[in-house]
């Protein structure tokens, strides 16, 4: 994408989800400005390499940015150790109030104001500032630190048990090894169900989940990051993402696991692409 003088360039991810160091090195010219990456991905959970590319970033000169949104209270995050200049993130993804977050920018960096007409917040953006948000957002962040372990041990159990009783379920996939995920997120495909279909079943149950899958749409577009790791075709629309809280439950965590696998025999039983294709379908496509 090039707008304004500005050329973007986005880097593939190998088939656990996740950027290549050498293949970013190679990516970055003399007219590389910046390189701004995950600090972990909003779908699979999966985590970057961050200090690692800090220091690739250092090497060559280049500012470095990570969207950390996904990470904070899930992972430790030390702006110093990862050596970023900048790091932004969201209040409500660590139970902070909505419509706040945050941007960290390293001292002796400059950024150009994003809204001018006052010194507020040093000139970078004028306007009355949402105290109370910012105080919210600042008690959370509290909050989910001090609940890190919780988070690696009790969360991380609980993703693990539905994760591994889901994966029982024949014809599905997870994205990722669950060490180099966070704790609390599960993305998964199951073959011959449309996404869009599941939330369905799963929201009339209560149950919460998100898709990339934008099947509401005439482009019926498959979830790119399964597209991005090479998945098939027939599952990269049928990709279905779950998220735990430390407010989550084993009790929840059963009723979910349950709901979800009638939810799968109910779906496959009415799939054209799964209950009736006939045995030679695939070997032919």
């Known amino acids: ?10 880097l593939p991810v190998n088939n656990d989800g996740i950027i290549e160091i050498d293949t970013l090195e190679k990516s970055i010219t003399e007219d590389t400005a910046l390189v701004s990456i995950m600090w972990a991905n909003n779908e699979t959970g999966m985590i970057f390499p961050i200090e690692e590319i800090g220091k690739i970033c250092k090497k060559h000169d280049v500012l470095f940015h990570t ?13 110093i150790k990862a050596g970023v200049d900048f790091l932004s993130f969201s209040a409500h ?3 902070g109030p909505k419509g706040v977050g945050g941007l960290y920018i390293k001292k002796g960096r400059v950024l150009p104001s994003l809204l001018s007409g006052g010194e507020q917040m040093d000139g970078l953006r004028s306007g009355t500032l949402n105290v109370p948000g910012i105080v919210g957002m600042g008690k959370a962040m509290e909050l ?13 159990k609980l993703r ?11 014809d599905t996939f997870v994205v990722g090894t669950k060490k180099q995920r966070t704790p609390n997120t599960i993305l998964i495909s199951v073959k011959g169900i449309e996404g869009e ?3 369905w079943d799963l929201n009339k149950a209560g149950i919460a989940a998100s898709t990339g899958s934008a099947c509401a749409s005439e482009a019926l577009e498959s979830n790119p990051v399964m597209e991005a790791i090479g998945a098939e075709a027939d599952l990269a629309h049928t990709a279905l993402r779950l998220s735990l809280s430390r407010f989550t439950t084993e009790e ?13 025999k109910r779906l496959r039983e009415i799939s054209s ?10 070997s032919k496509l």
């Open 1 to 10: 994408m090039e707008s304004l003088g500005v050329k973007v360039t986005y």
């Open 67 to 79: 969207d950390a949104t996904q990470a904070i209270g899930k992972v430790p995050v030390d702006v």
């Open 93 to 95: 993804k660590f139970h």
């Open 144 to 156: 989910a630190v001090l609940n890190l372990d919780f988070e690696k041990n009790s969360v991380m």
């Open 160 to 170: 693990d048990k539905l994760e591994d009783e889901l994966l029982k379920i024949p």
């Open 197 to 199: 279909a599941m939330l």
């Open 252 to 264: 929840e965590i059963d009723y979910t696991i349950d709901i979800i696998n009638k939810a799968v």
């Open 273 to 282: 692409t799964f209950s009736y294709a006939p045995d030679w379908h695939e």
